[in-house]
């Protein structure tokens, strides 16, 4: 990254990072684009998931693991597959594939089927023995709501059961969870939830732009935002430093504003 000497820049984090994690989320890159990607930005990414069940659909994906991985970048597949494993009582042949692909992390959600929350709590402290675990609360589905109460009380759990972070869903869409089905953000849930929980333990999925100023406005520079589209993730950095309008003056000083358009 090129190094420049401009004032009222916010600090940023350097991995391996514990705040300010960007995951990016890859839905079928071809082994060159994957390369390309972590030569230009690889340094930005902390997670790349693999998006859905597209690990099962795409050529080549043991070797663009090893990319991610020689670029210090943790890879999992995403949490519809090992719902998809789990569904079919087939958890040790989940544990199997992750292996046969070199993975070092995973994804433990319940976005997509039922899931007892203590069962699924099992599964990431067993899990986590092994893997960098993420879990994720929020439903896929627009129609079911949570009360922030238990979003609070869920994440809790899964933190206790060792995940590393866990994520706020809101679909690649950024229209359900965490977001209004008009892609704005939940602001009473979202402030619910970090009332209780560590603002650094959370993931915020954040695919699209206005959610990712948002947050980045409100929490800072080094919030942790993911399902970042892999083309996006060097504009949500120029987000991050204030070196993009949309948070052009978030982190200049006050006297500043006076330039601020009205």
């Keep these: 990254m090129t190094q420049i000497n401009l004032p009222f820049l916010p600090d940023r984090t350097v991995k391996p990072r514990q705040s300010g994690v960007a995951m990016v989320m890859d839905k079928g890159l071809s082994l060159r684009e994957a390369e390309d990607f972590v030569e230009t930005a690889g340094h930005l990414a902390d997670f790349v998931k693999l998006g859905f069940g597209t690990s099962v659909a795409a050529n080549k994906v043991k070797e663009k693991v090893r990319v991610y991985r020689d670029a210090n970048i943790k890879v999992y597949v995403g949490g519809t597959l090992f719902e998809a494993f789990i569904i079919r009582n087939m958890y040790d042949d989940y544990l199997r594939y992750i292996d046969q692909l070199g993975l070092d992390s995973v ?52 933190l206790q059961a060792g995940s590393f972070k866990v994520i706020g869903e809101a679909r690649e869409s950024g229209n359900v969870g965490i977001y209004r089905a008009s892609g704005k953000a939940h602001v009473t849930l979202i402030n619910k939830i970090l009332a209780k929980v560590d603002g650094d333990k959370l993931l915020w999925e954040a695919p699209l732009k206005p959610q990712q100023v948002w947050f980045i406005k409100h929490f800072g520079a ?38 601020q358009p009205e």
């Design 222 to 259: 080094n919030v942790n935002l993911g399902n970042i589209a892999p083309a996006e993730l060097i504009a949500l950095e120029t987000l991050r430093l204030g070196l993009r309008g949309d948070t052009f003056f978030t982190f200049l000083p006050e006297e500043f504003r006076k330039f």
């Design 107 to 158: 994804e433990v959600s319940d976005g997509s089927m039922l899931m007892d929350h203590d069962v699924k709590c099992e599964y990431i402290h067993k899990l986590s023995k092994n893997y960098t675990v993420l879990s994720e609360v929020g439903s896929k589905e627009s129609g079911i709501l949570i009360a922030p109460g238990r979003w609070v009380e869920m994440m809790q759990k899964e």
